[in-house]
C-alpha cells in the first residue's frame, strides 16, 4: 500500500511483486480471523502471515519515501490523503457493519462508530500519515538515533495499558521501526543487497523453518498474536496466555520480524512478472474494500458453505483470498482512488498554496 509514495518513484516491479504478496497475504489474515481461526493449523498460518506481512508493507512504504525529497507540501498531501482515505474507510466499515445488521434484523444500536481510533483495519493509513509527518519532523535529526530510540520506546509501551487503540497509538509506536529503516535506505540499494543467490536460498530456509516452527509449536508461536498484531499491552498478551510478557518478548517479537521481512524480500522474484507485478500497483484498492467484502461473506455464511460441501479451510482462506486480491485489483476498482487521491492532493496543494500567500 505504499501506492502513493511509489507513484512519485520510478517503478520497481520487484517491490510490485512484493506489495501483491502482501496484500493477498492482509485478505488470507481477515479470511482467517474470521472463519477458521479455531482450526490449529489456521492458527498457525495467521500467526506466520501476522509476523511479517504488515511490518514489510510499513518497511516499503519508508523505503519510497526519499529522505532528499521531504519536503513540508508534498508531507502534508501525503497527510491529508492518509487522514482523509482513514476517514473514509472507518465510514465503509460502518456502513457495512450496519448495513449488515439491518439485513439479518439484529440489533442497529449495538454498531458503533469510534471517530478516534479502534482496533480494525484503518489503523494502517492513520499510523502513515503519523510517520509522514514524524518523518519531516525529524528530517534533520540522526537517523540512527531515532531508529535506536523507536526500538527502545517501541519494547517498552507495552507496560502502559493505557496505550492501546485510541488514536492508535499502540500499533504507531510498536512498527515504527519498521518504517523509519526504510526511510533510512535506498530501494535500489536494498534490492542490489538481496539479490544474491545464496540469500534467496537461506530466506527459503528460514522461511519453511518459521512455517514448520508455527504448526509444531502452534499454541506457543499463537500466544505471540497480541505482539505481532502491535495493539495489545503486555498484560493483555498475559491474559491471552503469554506467561510473564515484557519487553524480552517484544525484542523477540521484532527480531522474527525482521527475519521474516528480509527473507520475504530476498526469496521474492525480481524481474517483471504479468498481472502481479501491475497488481502490486493496486494495493490501496484492495487495502480499501477487501474487508467489507469478507464482512458480506461472512454474513450470508459463504465460509461455512464452502466448508460443509467438502471444502477444507485452507483451500476456502488461501483460494478466496487470492479471487478476491485479483478481482478488487482490477481497474474499475483501483481509478476511483487514484481519482480521489489526486483530488486530496490539490486541497493540501492548494491550502499549502494559501498560507504561504497569507504569510
Not at 144 to 166: E, F, K, Q, T
Not at 179 to 189: E, I, K, S, T, Y
Not at 278 to 307: I, K, N, Q, S, W
Not at 340 to 355: F, K
Request: with cysteine.
Amino acid at each position: 500500500m505504499g501506492d502513493v509514495v511509489a507513484q512519485s518513484h520510478e517503478r520497481i516491479a520487484y517491490y510490485d511483486n512484493v506489495k501483491f504478496v502482501l496484500i493477498v497475504l492482509v485478505v488470507i489474515g481477515h479470511i482467517i480471523d474470521l472463519c477458521a481461526i479455531s482450526h490449529p493449523g489456521a492458527k498457525s498460518l495467521f500467526v506466520f502471515i501476522y509476523s511479517f506481512h504488515m511490518p514489510l508493507f510499513l518497511f516499503i512504504s519508508g523505503l519510497f519515501l526519499s529522505r532528499e525529497r521531504l519536503t513540508g507540501q508534498k508531507t502534508l498531501e501525503r497527510v491529508v490523503q492518509m487522514v482523509a482515505l482513514g476517514f473514509l474507510l472507518k465510514v465503509l466499515l460502518f456502513a457495512t457493519y450496519y448495513a449488515i445488521a439491518v439485513i439479518q434484523g439484529g440489533d442497529t444500536s449495538a454498531v458503533k462508530f469510534t471517530l478516534l481510533g479502534d482496533g480494525s483495519i484503518p489503523w494502517y493509513l492513520f499510523a502513515l500519515a503519523a510517520f509522514y509527518t514524524l518523518s519531516w519532523v525529524l528530517h534533520r535529526a540522526n537517523v540512527w538515533i531515532v531508529l535506536a530510540g523507536s526500538l527502545v520506546v517501541g519494547m517498552l509501551v507495552g507496560y502502559d495499558s493505557s496505550i492501546s487503540d485510541y488514536l492508535y497509538l499502540s500499533r504507531i509506536v510498536v512498527f515504527l521501526p519498521f518504517f523509519w529503516l526504510g526511510h533510512m535506505l535506498n530501494p535500489a540499494r536494498v534490492e542490489r543487497a538481496l539479490a544474491y543467490p545464496w540469500l534467496r536460498v537461506v530466506g527459503v530456509v528460514v522461511i519453511v523453518a518459521f512455517a514448520v516452527l508455527c504448526l509444531v509449536r502452534v499454541g506457543d508461536a499463537y500466544h505471540f498474536r497480541p505482539l505481532f498484531t502491535g495493539r495489545n499491552s503486555f498484560e493483555n498478551a498475559i491474559k491471552a496466555g503469554l506467561v510473564g510478557c515484557s519487553w524480552m518478548h517484544r525484542g523477540v517479537a521484532y527480531v522474527i520480524s525482521a527475519t521474516m521481512c528480509a527473507s520475504v524480500l530476498a526469496v521474492v522474484p525480481r524481474r517483471r512478472i504479468a498481472l502481479v507485478s501491475e497488481f502490486g500497483t493496486r494495493t490501496l484498492a484492495v487495502y480499501m474494500l477487501h474487508f467489507p467484502v469478507l464482512c458480506a461473506l461472512h454474513a450470508c455464511d459463504a465460509y461455512g458453505f464452502l466448508m460443509a460441501h467438502g471444502i477444507s479451510w485452507p483451500f476456502v482462506c488461501i483460494g478466496l483470498g487470492v479471487i478476491i486480491t485479483v478481482v478488487l485489483s482490477l481497474p474499475v476498482f483501483s481509478k476511483p482512488f487514484s481519482w480521489l487521491g489526486a483530488q486530496l492532493r490539490g486541497v493540501a496543494h492548494a491550502s499549502a498554496g494559501v498560507r504561504t500567500t497569507a504569510a
